[in-house]
């Protein structure tokens, strides 16, 4: 008797402290404050604002989520937070200008574009050890790697192209022109593609990772809404890897793209500017952070509803979420 | 990869005399332009080297005195030629007109006179900066969404004066303002100002402006900066003064940020050790119009790039948030204009909302193709 009550006792005391501490967290650069605003995805509440230096625009977790990298462009550094105590651990010296960045999936290297220098910065992410430099085309932004570590492509905004590094040698191996100004690269979750978004250019280019060259363009169109509006950035895959979800700038919504026929299904109407969101980790619900209304709006997935908006800072940027 | 052509991008120039900053304060600035094309030259080797093109700035720019067509032919012997011309129409024209230059490309990017757009456009000329009936569209659609239709101009006496009033005029029939009175400032510029003669500039200027009738705003046409800075506050009655001075429509302007600007704004510093002007930034959107046409179309004889920039494959970008291109009807580039010239942040940037158009509203600026005046062969 003693012992199963014992033994129920310690279940329930394990019970107790298996809970997770820390619901889904959801970071959001904000441009023009020089803050992230941390919001509890679970009640949508804002938990903190933690200051960081000038010009936060990239925002993005560790694969173990252990760190927060936020890419300060006025300030030239890149503020790594820890995760638990939410506040600056550390700096890494990223180069000057750096706008975004993408991390390996081991985890061990960052990859920095650094607008201003035309250059990507590769480093240890432990050490802060630069390990190489890549020059690029002019004013680097996009960063993506692929999901087998073998590349990383960068996008030059005002060159029109993007930049493929083998991640082995640290050269360039293809140079892909697309359309103006790219803003992101993304390879899709199994490796098979990789997509670019062309912003005044308006259109997204499905790039062949076997020949690094276009196979598809997919354009837009919105009745009422004038075509230069349509402006494609960031670009967001499902848990499943069907649909993107794709932030289209001043037309003020989220295009929904079906991944294997690369056709538009669904735009859904979000606050102003979206540039950057991230999907849930259960990919249920989708985070989009509205550059001029200073919101985030959720969307649910499988609805693809625009639920509610969360006020954050001005001129919110990009969306990290740690579950 | 291996360069397969070098292109040679002439800066064609003559060092004009240009009203001084009226204050001690403002540095003249005399490398206006030509900064903006050694920025350009530099991006389009850094962009030129992933596809095999190099580009080499030819910076010809001669003296007050010289003749700059003589310079232009000798150019134009080594053969067909891109030329970023930075000239006054006379030259310019005189520059396109000769037989050698016929499969040469000229980028306007430093006169905003009107009949270079209409009777005497050219097959080989293209027009980066904007002109002076798209400036005042610009202002006039702001000042209308704001409902202050009523303008009361005030302009110098001179032929390019005349000429800027003529599409104020214009744009208030396009758009409906009214305007309500049109007074010469003919006073002797400058001299009162200086030296503690305020008092004298400030019971000056309302006198000036005292007889007109009702209106919303002042509009001021004074090119050679002789007057126009001292309207602002010493008008008779208050009111927004808008045109060469106050609230300007411009191509660029410092206080702009907007679509990657700051790239812009950051790199010509950089380059030049001073801020941009507006001559930077057409400079270098005319080199990047070439050389982007060079690169993208694949084609190095400039009668080939021409083709495709004229083009709907051609799509210029310059950070003003959409694709600019070229109107086949007057080779004018068609482009979104900014309001400023003197607040810390743009007033705005035209085309306004709620102007309408069938293909494309930037072209409710300036002349569309029904009213043209140009016949390109």
């Known amino acids: ?323 | 990869m291996p360069i397969k052509a070098t292109v040679p991008i002439v800066y064609l120039g003559k060092q004009y005399e240009e009203p001084l900053p009226l204050s001690y304060a403002e540095k003249p600035i005399f490398d206006k332009g030509i900064q903006g094309a050694r920025l350009i030259a530099k991006e389009a080797n850094q962009a030129g080297r992933f596809v095999g093109y190099a580009f080499d700035l030819v910076e010809a720019i001669v003296p007050a005195n010289a003749d700059v067509v003589a310079k232009a032919k000798e150019i134009l012997a080594k053969g067909d030629a891109f030329i970023i011309a930075d000239l006054e129409p006379k030259d310019l024209l005189a520059v396109a007109d000769l037989p050698e230059a016929k499969n040469s490309i000229l980028v306007n990017i430093r006169s905003n006179k009107e009949a270079l757009r209409q009777e005497q456009c050219r097959p080989n000329v293209f027009h980066i900066l904007p002109d002076w009936a798209m400036r005042a569209d610009a202002l006039a659609q702001y000042l209308i969404w704001k409902k202050w239709p009523r303008w009361f101009i005030v302009r110098g006496d001179t032929p390019a004066d005349k000429e800027y009033v003529e599409q104020i005029k214009r744009a208030a029939k396009r758009f409906g303002g009214k305007i309500v009175a049109e007074k010469v400032y003919d006073l002797p510029p400058g001299a009162r100002n200086t030296d503690s003669g305020y008092q004298q500039v400030q019971a000056q200027i309302p006198m000036v402006t005292e007889s007109a009738p009702e209106h919303d705003v002042v509009w001021v046409a004074n090119i050679d900066e002789g007057f126009g800075d001292y309207i602002a506050y010493r008008t008779y009655l208050p009111r927004p003064v808008v045109g060469t001075q106050g609230l300007q429509a411009l191509a660029w302007d410092s206080s702009y940020t907007e679509y990657g600007a700051m790239h812009f704004q950051n790199g010509l510093p950089k380059l030049a050790k001073r801020r941009p002007v507006e001559r930077d930034y057409t400079a270098w959107l005319g080199g990047r119009a070439l050389t982007d046409g060079i690169m993208r179309s694949g084609e190095t004889a400039p009668a080939k790039v021409k083709e495709y920039l004229v083009s709907d494959k051609f799509k210029l970008e310059g950070f003003k948030g959409q694709a600019m291109s070229f109107r086949t009807w007057d080779h004018q580039l068609r482009q979104p204009i900014i309001l400023g010239g003197g607040t810390r942040v743009p007033v705005s940037v035209s085309p306004q909302e709620g102007f309408l158009h069938p293909t494309n509203v930037t072209d409710t600026l300036g002349f569309d193709q029904p009213e043209t005046k140009c016949k390109l062969p």
């Open chain 1, 1 to 323: 008797m003693t012992r199963i009550i014992l033994a129920a006792a310690s279940a329930v005391a394990l019970l107790f402290f298996a809970a997770p501490a820390f619901a889904t967290t959801i970071f959001v650069s904000n441009e023009k404050d020089n803050t992230i605003t941390v919001v509890n995805a679970d009640t949508l509440e804002v938990v903190k604002t933690i200051k960081v230096s000038r010009r936060p625009r990239g925002i993005m977790l560790s694969p173990d989520f252990k760190e927060l990298f936020v890419a300060a462009g006025d300030g030239d550094i890149m503020d790594v937070i820890d995760t638990k105590t939410l506040e600056k651990s550390r700096e890494l010296e990223s180069g000057p200008d750096p706008e975004l960045m993408a991390i390996d999936p081991a985890g061990k290297v960052i990859y920095i574009a650094n607008e201003d220098d035309s250059l990507v910065t590769i480093m240890d992410i432990k050490s802060g050890d630069v390990l190489g430099e890549v020059p690029v085309g002019v004013e680097p932004e996009g960063m993506g790697v692929s999901p087998d570590g073998k590349f990383t492509v960068a996008t030059s905004e005002s060159t029109s192209m993007a930049h493929v590094i083998d991640n082995t040698t640290m050269k360039l191996i293809a140079n892909v022109l697309v359309d103006s100004r790219p803003r992101e690269a993304k390879f899709t979750p199994d490796g098979k593609e990789l997509w670019v978004s062309s912003e005044v250019g308006g259109t997204i280019s499905v790039i062949d990772p076997k020949t690094w060259k276009v196979v598809k363009k997919i354009t837009f169109e919105v009745p009422g809404v004038r075509p230069e509006q349509l402006q494609p950035v960031g670009m967001d895959f499902t848990k499943d890897g069907k649909e993107v979800f794709v932030a289209l700038g001043p037309a003020n919504r989220v295009a929904v793209i079906d991944t294997a026929t690369k056709e538009v299904k669904n735009y859904i109407l979000v606050g102003q500017r979206p540039w950057h969101g991230e999907m849930g980790p259960d990919g249920k619900k989708y985070y989009v952070a509205n550059g001029l209304t200073n919101d985030l709006t959720v969307i649910d997935v499988e609805s693809q509803k625009a639920e509610k908006s969360v006020p954050v800072g001005r001129l919110p940027w990009g969306v990290a979420i740690m579950p």
